[in-house]
């Protein structure tokens, strides 16, 4: 037996890859190459000529919080396609549904998405770190299959650990996983720009085991819908026009709106593994343009 036989797969013998005209499809090629598609745009002279836009230029599409729900996820953005929006997942991609890590690698590889960590995500970076963590993570959702899964993929976890805490999107509209203003507490003292001092605060902790700090303010309960002073001076202090966040349902059929739009929540129990899905739980709840929003 020749050595390209010793590799063929069972039951395949006798077949002949290039007669099919299947050449560059085959294992047996000595190099192999990513498969790209074919652009789509008939015009302006092919895929070359095609000027990527910046994500900032794009309109802006807001995702609230996935748990796990992968398959109603892309269920949701299907009518968004990743090369006209700007997509921005408020956090808690992990947890309750069986797709925490689908999730979230589909968060990361789609184009133009910005992922903003999510108290459910610093849980199971927390059980990851410390093994005597994996219960409590377990006991807020967390499925074991998916530690695994984030365990052995280091890429993964690199990515995970930096993502920020919050963003302020061109319109001056901040996107953050909790509806309240702990985060305040990772603003520099004297100044400076307070978006990137607490991005790089938190993520500072995220990547040197300052997870029980990062829990205490992630998982607080939102309050901006019942403290409209309290959300003004958040909003004056990282100079922001409003806030969007998700982190505990709202229950409406739309995201939440508050003090004349000036916080909105987007958490429309969009996971159907969430002890609080039910029927009135529509996509339309927890996924939303930001133009819709103004
Ligand atoms: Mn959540």
Redesign the pocket.
């Known amino acids: 037996m020749t050595a390209l036989g010793r590799r063929r797969v069972a039951g395949a013998e006798g077949f002949e890859p290039s007669a099919l005209g299947f050449g560059d499809r085959c294992s047996d090629q000595a190099e192999l190459r990513p498969y790209r598609p074919k652009p789509r745009l008939a015009s302006s002279g092919g895929s070359k000529a095609r000027v990527r836009m910046a994500s900032e230029q794009l309109p802006v599409l807001i995702v609230?919080?996935v748990?796990g729900d992968l398959e109603r996820l892309f269920q949701a953005l299907r009518l968004y396609p990743a090369d006209e929006w700007h997509t921005v997942f408020v956090?808690?991609l992990v947890?309750?549904g069986m797709f925490g890590v689908g999730a979230l690698r589909y968060a990361r590889d789609r184009a133009n998405s910005t992922v903003v960590i999510?108290?459910?995500e610093v849980a199971m970076l927390w059980a990851l770190r410390d093994p005597a963590r994996v219960g409590f993570w377990m006991s807020i959702g967390g499925q074991e299959h998916d530690l695994a899964e984030l365990k052995s993929d280091a890429a993964l976890q690199a990515w995970l650990s930096e993502r920020p805490a919050l963003v302020r999107l061109h319109d001056g509209t901040l996107v953050q996983?909790c509806g309240h203003d702990g985060y305040a507490r990772w603003m520099a003292p004297n100044g400076g720009d307070p978006i990137a001092s607490i991005v790089s605060r938190a993520r500072d902790l995220l990547m040197h085991g300052g997870e029980p700090q990062l829990w205490d303010v992630l998982s607080a309960r939102n309050v901006f819908d019942q403290q409209p002073e309290r959300l003004q001076r958040w909003l004056e202090a990282t100079n922001s026009r409003r806030v969007v966040f998700?982190?505990?349902?709202h229950n409406g059929r739309t995201p939440a709106i508050y003090h004349d739009g000036k916080a909105i929540n987007v958490?429309g129990v969009f996971s159907r593994s969430?002890a609080k899905f039910r029927r009135v739980s529509p996509i339309a709840a927890s996924v939303v343009t930001l133009d819709a929003l103004s």
């Open positions: 609230g919080d748990h956090g808690d947890d309750y999510g108290n459910h996983h998700g982190h505990t349902p958490d969430h």
